[in-house]
């Protein structure tokens, strides 16, 4: 097996023990990303000079040698930043993001940038300014989005991690598509700065990973206090990996009958009640709640991300930075034939935002959403007074195929489980819980109060070992045509 293959636990130790070096561990990387990229299409830009430079100098730290990919709208020095946009196509950023800057100083290797749906904006990471990004488990079906692209270059093991963001889903969504598993933080415990900004107070950087114990590794290095970014909560975070341990016992467990009474994939449907079971049987107590507020959860998202977003693009005007219509014959003209690089999703939203914060409707909409937001975020944390832990399934659907979803309507049902995470600002894993009749992965949701990641790894470590479902590599349809 190649050591694309292995874990990030499992590399640590090889380095440690000197069985391999991180030249070789990134070799083994850049060979199968010369063999499946061209079927997957994960990155927009591969940095193996950069990679290659970095271990040349010599290495330390806790990922010391670990190469990892970064979705391609988090800042990185000296490399291309596009956001998967024509805007920002060569846009060629002058400092690194925290995040950047964290793992480097663990000795982490930037093997790549991340393909995604423009500016963030999407679920299947079809609306790409460049080219869609295919599913590893099968490359006729989507990633899912928006950071599909990472979720991709894990699953098919061209990086040991990645980083994505998520502001309404698009790490989980993703994660339960591609088979592996993927973190929101709770909204202030990563660094946003150098993120670029989509719906500022949604936005999450997040984590995918092969399995929980690599995700506890990877939120050590990244959670902490930054004075760079206005939002950034200054606690002391714990060693999130003293949470991996087999303990369910007392954990009281909340259903929202809301979830589970939506419209969804009757395989998802059984595979998340199956494991809801095992973590009953593993001496969790679970019980069905009410939580009112989330029939209104998706709407409310839309409304507040379109209105940030419309307010966050505004600075792609032609006149700071970013792409620019040179000949114009006056700054109207300049304006327009500039912005006409968004595409038609983002030019969606930057509309649909614009009118719900126009004059006389923004009552009607954008405040009544702020409310809905505030319900939801108060029911939540009542529930959080008597419960641990909230589960529901990921995504209502496995993957859908490439170009099978074209109204933006059903698009955007994707992330019906997901939003209400982002509304109110809780930490939330998506792992693996089975898969459906064509071999398609199916991921559970677990949510639980600000700050308690480590209850959320604790349960998801429990969970991943009861079903015995971790990623066993790169299984996409090339990967067999190849026998690798």
């Known amino acids: 097996m190649g050591l694309y293959n292995y874990t990030i636990h499992q590399l640590q130790e090889l380095i440690a023990g000197k069985e391999v070096t991180a030249k070789e561990l990134l070799d083994s990387f850049l060979e199968n990303i010369e063999n499946v990229e061209e079927e997957v299409k994960a990155y927009i830009t591969i940095t193996e000079g950069e990679a290659r430079s970095r271990i040349e100098q010599g290495l330390q ?53 991340n393909n995604l749906d423009e500016f963030a904006m999407g679920s299947s990471t079809e609306n790409s300014a460049f080219f869609p990004t295919r599913n590893p488990r099968n490359t006729d079906y989507v990633p899912g989005g928006s950071s599909g692209g990472s979720a991709a270059a894990v699953a098919a093991g061209e990086a040991a991690g990645a980083l994505g963001s998520d502001t309404g889903g698009s790490v989980r969504q993703p994660a339960s598509f591609c088979g592996i598993v993927g973190l929101k933080p709770t909204y202030g415990s990563i660094s946003r700065y150098g993120l670029a900004a989509f719906a500022s107070s949604l936005d999450q950087i ?215 995470a982002n509304l109110s600002g809780i930490p939330a894993i998506s792992i693996p819980c089975g898969v459906d009749s064509r071999n398609l992965p199916v991921g559970i949701q677990i949510m639980g109060p600000h700050f308690q990641e480590g209850r959320l790894i604790q349960a998801a470590y429990s969970l991943e070992n009861i079903l015995g479902f971790k990623d066993p590599g790169y299984c996409g349809r090339y990967c067999h045509e190849q026998k690798l």
């Open 61 to 113: 730290g806790k990922l010391a040698g670990i190469p990892i990919a970064v979705k391609d709208n988090i800042s990185t020095e000296g490399i291309k930043t596009t956001c998967a946009s024509r805007i920002l196509e060569d846009y060629v950023p002058p400092f690194d993001a925290t995040v950047i800057r964290r793992l480097k100083e663990e000795g982490a290797v930037i093997i790549g940038k």
């Open 206 to 420: 997040g984590i995918f990973s092969r399995d929980v114990e690599d995700t506890a590794i990877l939120l050590n290095v990244l959670t902490g206090y930054d004075p760079l970014d206005s939002t950034s909560a200054k606690l002391q975070h714990p060693d999130y990996t003293d949470f991996l341990k087999d303990e369910l016992e007392g954990m009281k467990i909340a259903l929202p009958e809301e979830y589970f009474s939506v419209d969804m994939d009757p395989e998802v449907r059984e595979c998340v009640i199956t494991a809801v079971r095992k973590l009953e049987e593993a001496g969790a107590e679970i019980e069905e709640v009410r939580l009112s507020g989330l029939k209104y959860a998706l709407a409310a998202y839309y409304i507040i991300s379109s209105a940030e977003a419309s307010s966050n693009l505004a600075r792609y005007d032609g006149v700071r930075y970013g792409y620019r219509f040179s000949n114009a014959r006056g700054i109207n003209e300049m304006y327009e034939k500039s912005r006409k690089e968004f595409g038609d999703e983002v030019k969606r939203r930057i509309l649909f935002g614009t009118y719900v914060l126009s004059s006389g409707k923004y009552e009607d909409y954008y405040l009544k959403a702020q409310k809905a937001r505030k319900q939801l975020t108060e029911e939540i944390q009542n529930l959080f007074r008597e419960y641990h832990l909230l589960v529901s399934p990921a995504t209502p659907t496995t993957a859908f195929k490439l170009g099978a979803v074209k109204d933006p309507f059903e698009m955007d049902q994707t992330g019906i489980f997901t939003v209400a």
